[in-house]
């Protein structure tokens, strides 16, 4: 029975991460990658690693989704805020907010 | 390592429930997409508690501990920056029937103790996560809408939940 899990979670984890790149708007793809995240940590439940399972089910499902929208949310604002007006970012003061909008700009040419 | 065989087959019947999510995860709207990952969260849980006395391994509980503290947090997050969580009733009788149907079992088997304590709890933070998530919330504030001024991060998951 051990076999029958395992090969159903091998199954799972091979179409989601094949789903995860075919995906290609980034919001999306963090919601595939938190399900991979978790077909993951199943799969190794069942090779009987739960210690990889524990610190996939933290990383994966959690962190690495959550990085990459809030990536996605900090890069439109600064491109949306550069639209409107240069000045703006300037008079923040935070040399991270400047670097990003700079980035975003040119994500978007 | 001697494994029941009746815990993992009841174990397999959630994992094989996900692969008909997954295809909504990978093809659907994408608050049809929010949906189905608090639904795969869910039964990913129940797969961990089943497989957990299935290996005869109680420490394997810990994982669906950490499930079900992760689950909720995480989809109200996202629920904040997708714009709102569309109220979910596949999720909620998921949950109502599920939960019960696999820790009254699984504490039977345990017996009185510390490991029925643990899959008490481990249930009630399920029913509670997937009660408070499939309820839905409504977009409180657009996510272009500030321009200038970045919002504190410590309140998007108060903000998600009203």
Same mark, same amino acid.
């Given at each position: 029975?051990?076999?029958?899990?395992?090969? &159903?979670?091998?199954?799972? $984890? #091979?179409?989601?991460?094949? !789903?995860?790149?075919?995906?290609?708007? /980034? +919001?999306?793809?963090? =919601?595939?990658?938190?399900?991979?995240?978790?077909?993951?940590?199943?799969?190794?439940?069942? &090779?009987?690693?739960?210690? $990889? #399972?524990?610190?996939?089910? !933290?990383?994966?499902?959690?962190?690495? /989704? +959550?990085?990459?929208? =809030?990536?996605?949310?900090?890069?439109?604002?600064?491109?949306?805020?550069?639209?409107?007006?240069?000045?703006?970012?300037?008079?923040?003061?935070?040399?991270?907010?400047?670097?990003?909008?700079?980035?975003?700009?040119?994500?978007?040419? | 390592?001697?494994?029941?065989?009746?815990?993992?087959?009841a174990a397999?019947?959630?994992?094989?429930?996900?692969?008909?999510?997954?295809?909504?995860?990978?093809?659907?709207?994408?608050?049809?997409?929010?949906?189905?990952?608090?639904?795969?969260?869910?039964?990913?849980?129940?797969?961990?508690l089943l497989s957990?006395?299935?290996?005869?391994?109680?420490?394997?509980?810990?994982?669906?501990?950490?499930?079900?503290?992760?689950?909720?947090?995480?989809?109200?997050?996202?629920?904040?920056?997708?714009?709102?969580?569309?109220?979910?009733?596949?999720?909620?009788?998921?949950?109502?029937?599920?939960?019960?149907?696999?820790?009254?079992?699984?504490?039977?088997?345990?017996?009185?103790?510390?490991?029925?304590?643990?899959?008490?709890?481990?249930?009630?933070?399920?029913?509670?996560?997937?009660?408070?998530?499939?309820?839905?919330?409504?977009?409180?504030?657009?996510?272009?809408?500030?321009?200038?001024?970045?919002?504190?991060?410590?309140?998007?998951?108060?903000?998600?939940?009203?």
């Amino acid at each position: 029975m051990t076999d029958v899990l395992i090969a &159903v979670a091998l199954f799972l $984890v #091979a179409a989601t991460a094949t !789903a995860a790149v075919l995906n290609r708007e /980034p +919001l999306r793809q963090a =919601l595939v990658l938190s399900f991979l995240g978790l077909a993951l940590t199943l799969l190794f439940t069942f &090779v009987q690693a739960p210690d $990889v #399972a524990l610190s996939q089910l !933290a990383v994966g499902s959690a962190v690495t /989704p +959550l990085m990459i929208v =809030l990536t996605v949310g900090k890069v439109r604002r600064g491109s949306t805020s550069r639209e409107h007006s240069i000045d703006d970012d300037d008079d923040d003061g935070g040399e991270g907010d400047v670097g990003d909008a700079g980035d975003a700009g040119e994500e978007a040419r | 390592m001697r494994a029941s065989e009746g815990w993992l087959v009841a174990a397999a019947v959630p994992l094989l429930c996900l692969l008909p999510v997954l295809w909504y995860v990978v093809r659907g709207e994408p608050r049809t997409r929010l949906v189905a990952q608090n639904l795969a969260q869910l039964l990913a849980a129940f797969v961990l508690l089943l497989s957990a006395q299935g290996f005869n391994r109680p420490t394997y509980l810990d994982l669906a501990l950490v499930l079900a503290v992760l689950a909720p947090a995480g989809t109200l997050v996202y629920a904040r920056f997708l714009g709102g969580l569309p109220p979910a009733r596949i999720v909620r009788w998921t949950a109502l029937a599920g939960v019960p149907a696999a820790v009254v079992p699984l504490c039977v088997a345990a017996g009185p103790g510390r490991q029925t304590v643990k899959l008490l709890v481990i249930g009630a933070l399920l029913l509670a996560g997937a009660l408070v998530t499939s309820a839905g919330s409504q977009p409180v504030t657009e996510p272009d809408a500030p321009s200038g001024a970045p919002e504190p991060p410590g309140g998007d998951e108060a903000a998600a939940r009203d």
